[in-house]
């Protein structure tokens, strides 16, 4: 097992209808939001947030794969909270893992790196950051 990869911390799904999406997961969930901007809205449950994130934004998180569209099936990225990014992105090299994007410091506050399990799906670390001073 890859050292930290042991607690999600977010679910990004992809909308084309980010107001309608979100919503759903507010108004019919009752979940609370967090997190809202433009492009996306972030609600949280107990134990995990899921980020709503419009469709046509979502390339830089998993480049260089295509954001497929809805009509294509599941759209998913998983996040992995860990302790140090840097870390992890050397470990999952050492492992012949695919990394797609990262280390990358995020203006959210974190550090990631996005990679891809054998089936192409892609999945995500995420180092919290200390707050801007």
């Known amino acids: 097992m890859i050292k930290g990869l042991n607690k999600i911390e977010v679910i990004t ?26 492009a996306s809205a972030v609600v949280r449950f107990e134990n995990l947030m899921i980020n709503i ?35 992890v992105h050397e470990e999952l090299k050492q492992h012949g893992v695919t990394i797609l994007n990262g280390p990358t410091d995020r203006p959210w506050g974190r550090r990631t790196v996005a990679f891809a399990d054998p089936a192409g799906n892609v999945l995500e670390v995420a180092q ?6």
């Open 13 to 38: 799904i992809f909308a084309e209808d980010l107001a309608a999406t979100r919503a759903f997961y507010e108004n019919v969930l009752g979940l609370e939001v967090v997190y809202a901007e433009e």
């Open 53 to 87: 994130l419009r469709a046509d934004r979502a390339g830089t998180l998993v480049e260089p794969r295509p954001v497929a569209g809805p009509e294509a099936g599941a759209r998913l990225l998983f996040t992995f909270e860990v302790e140090d990014a840097n870390a």
């Open 128 to 133: 919290i950051l200390p707050p801007a001073s």
